[in-house]
């Protein structure tokens, strides 16, 4: 991806689709997982950039969907290819949309006492219809390092991000601030933006650094309506400490949010006895917590990362009564079950 936003770059537009793994990720590989880069609060994520595919069937069988702005001919086939895994088909070509490189940035942080009540000022942020570039809120242990001296102790982070033409980064920004003021928020300046900008890749590296030491490092994202989001985000901390010991960090953040609801991310540190069945049984407590918490309140347990081999067994929790269909979608386009086996879902 990082190669493709250069070759856009180079005309004076960007593709707006940044996942942190935009060194490692292909196009067809977000399309497949259904993901969202860092700036898709403005931009959307991949289903809003795709507008057209080529893909390859299990029969070899090749099927085009054009690009239109928009069609009412039928259910809208892109997204039986979104999300899809390589376990209904291979994805050949993408059409996506790119955009012109702004003219103005607006940015600004803001302190604020608690997670829930950051959570609120996204959500009032978000019901006025603006969809600043980049909306995130990070809890204290998440901040400590790179924000602690904008910040007083266990405090959390709203980072806010506007920006297009000059008149609407500013008046985007406007309407932010007002909002956060009016509800308690402390302004940290635009510094904070600046660092998370340059090291908000920074996670890749560090992820393997720790691997290689012996702590366990995983990140799970869930996504549910504002009504639900703060207590999730309370409860799942509170259990995962409780109980799992070995957890020695477990952090929240929201980084991708809509007009009805956010995502959380968290992200796990353990140190787990050094033995692989150990290793085992503290990531899948964890792993447990998140999902059970989040399905219980009427959330998704996957916001972006997709399903992969792991969450396949909580599919048919995530999606109750419409699990049958993905089901016969699976017989479908892959009735010799050859497509990905085990990925996305098991029959
Ligand atoms: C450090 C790190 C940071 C990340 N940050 C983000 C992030 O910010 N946002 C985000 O959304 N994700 C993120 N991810 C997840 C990851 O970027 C994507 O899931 C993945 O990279 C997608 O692209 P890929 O080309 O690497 O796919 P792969 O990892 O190679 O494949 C992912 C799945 O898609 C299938 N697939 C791949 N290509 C095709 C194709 N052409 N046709 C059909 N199926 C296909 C594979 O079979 C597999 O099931 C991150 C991952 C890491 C390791």
């Known amino acids: 991806?990082?190669?493709?936003?250069?070759?856009?770059?180079?005309?004076?537009?960007?593709?707006?689709?940044?996942?942190?793994?935009?060194?490692?990720?292909?196009?067809?590989?977000?399309?497949?997982?259904?993901?969202?880069?860092?700036?898709?609060?403005?931009?959307?994520?991949?289903?809003?950039?795709?507008?057209?595919?080529?893909?390859?069937?299990?029969?070899?069988?090749i099927v085009?969907?054009?690009?239109?702005?928009?069609?009412?001919t039928g259910p809208d086939l892109r997204h039986l290819f979104l999300g899809s895994e390589g376990a209904f088909a291979v994805i050949t070509e993408v059409t996506v949309k790119i955009f012109p490189i702004p003219e103005a940035t607006w940015k600004q942080a803001y302190r604020v006492k608690t997670m829930r009540q950051g959570l609120e000022i996204i959500r009032l942020v978000m019901r006025t219809g603006i969809k600043p570039a980049v909306v995130r809120l990070h809890d204290?242990?998440?901040?400590?390092?790179?924000?602690?001296?904008?910040?007083?102790?266990?405090?959390?982070?709203?980072l806010f991000w506007s920006e297009g033409r000059k008149e609407i980064a500013e008046a985007e920004g406007a309407v932010i601030d007002e909002i956060a003021k009016a509800n308690g928020a402390v302004s940290a300046g635009e510094k904070p933006l600046d660092l998370w900008y340059v090291h908000r890749n920074d996670a890749a590296d560090e992820y393997e650094k720790y691997g290689a030491s012996g702590i366990l490092v995983d990140t799970l994202e869930v996504a549910a309506d504002w009504n639900v989001i703060a207590d999730i985000y309370e409860k799942t901390v509170e259990r995962v400490y409780y109980e799992v010991p070995e957890v020695v960090f477990f952090s929240g953040h929201s980084s991708h949010s809509y007009i009805n609801g956010t995502n959380i991310y968290f992200q796990l540190g353990a140190f787990p006895p050094p033995d692989v069945d150990e290793a085992q049984r503290v990531y899948e407590a964890v792993w447990s917590i998140v999902v059970?918490?989040?399905?219980?309140?009427?959330?998704?347990?996957?916001?972006?990362?997709?399903?992969?081999?792991?969450?396949v067994r909580w599919m048919e929790k995530e999606h109750g009564s419409s699990y049958a269909l993905m089901e016969s979608l699976k017989r479908m386009f892959d009735p010799?079950?050859?497509?990905?086996?085990?990925?996305?879902?098991?029959?």
């Not at 060194?23 to 259904?34: C, I, K």
């Not at 085009?64 to 009412?72: E, M």
């Not at 242990?141 to 982070?157: D, I, Q, R, V």
Request: net charge negative.
């Open 336 to 347: 010799k079950g050859i497509m990905n086996p085990g990925s996305l879902i098991e029959l």
């Open 292 to 311: 059970e918490v989040a399905l219980e309140y009427g959330g998704s347990m996957g916001h972006h990362h997709g399903v992969g081999k792991h969450r």
């Open 140 to 158: 204290w242990l998440e901040c400590e390092k790179p924000y602690g001296a904008f910040m007083e102790e266990n405090e959390s982070l709203l």
């Open 64 to 72: 085009r969907i054009n690009n239109v702005p928009r069609r009412a």
């Open 1 to 61: 991806i990082r190669d493709l936003e250069a070759i856009v770059q180079e005309r004076g537009f960007k593709l707006g689709h940044y996942p942190q793994s935009m060194d490692l990720a292909q196009m067809g590989g977000l399309v497949a997982t259904r993901s969202t880069g860092q700036f898709s609060t403005g931009y959307g994520a991949i289903e809003d950039f795709l507008v057209g595919l080529e893909a390859v069937l299990a029969d070899g069988t």
